[in-house]
């Protein structure tokens, strides 16, 4: 028996985007090692391809589009800020800010509007998005490890979520960034740690 309802379970994607996920993108220099290795393109094209075909619920949680005037006089600048603002990160109406070609949205799919620092939730409308379609479990998976899906899990569990974490569907700088969110960070507040593999043998159970 599966641990999910489908129809009140979401995959949330977050992040997928060329300067994270793609040759040529603006941190693929420092983010390769960990997505090739852990096969992260492959793994959610499997989760989004399992998802689809069960009818549940895809959600895009997307960093907001850089633009160079967008800091402009901040009262507070995180280290986050100051490195999209450096190299203008995902920039708004570039190649770098379009979702790697083979995790495109699709039909049916919903887009919360858009995180500027690294929570899925703060400041965007995710949470309203998946109380309207009566979404109780998310399924996390995306870029990067120890801020966003970090960010995003722990935010998603105090608003009373049930929180599953994709494992080898997420990247980072280095592998020590995912063995934070993976052995340390995750375990000690999230509910389900699992495999795509496993993830997509529940659903189908």
Request: net charge negative.
């Amino acid at each position: 028996m599966s641990l999910y309802q489908l129809q009140k379970t979401a995959i949330v994607i977050i992040d997928p985007f060329n300067d994270f996920l793609s040759e040529g993108g603006k941190l693929y220099s420092v983010t390769k090692e960990t997505v090739e290795g852990n096969g992260v393109v492959n793994n959610i094209k499997k989760l989004l391809t399992a998802a689809r075909e069960k009818k549940i619920q895809i959600i895009y949680a997307p960093h907001r589009n850089t633009q160079i005037r967008d800091y402009l006089n901040w009262k507070f600048m995180a280290p986050s800020h100051l490195g999209s603002k450096s190299i203008t990160l995902f920039e708004k109406d570039s190649w770098g800010a379009e979702f790697h070609p083979e995790l495109s949205m699709q039909e049916g799919d919903l887009i919360a509007q858009n995180h500027w620092t690294a929570s899925g939730f703060a400041n965007t409308d995710l949470d309203f998005l998946l109380r309207q379609h009566n979404i109780d479990q998310i399924v996390l998976a995306g870029m990067r490890a120890n801020t966003c899906i970090d960010s995003t899990s722990r935010f998603g569990v105090e608003l009373g979520y049930h929180v599953t974490l994709i494992k080898d569907g997420i990247g980072a700088f280095n592998w020590e960034e995912i063995k934070a969110t993976v052995e340390t960070n995750f375990p000690h507040y999230g509910h389900v740690l699992s495999t795509t593999e496993d993830f997509i043998k529940n659903i189908n159970s």
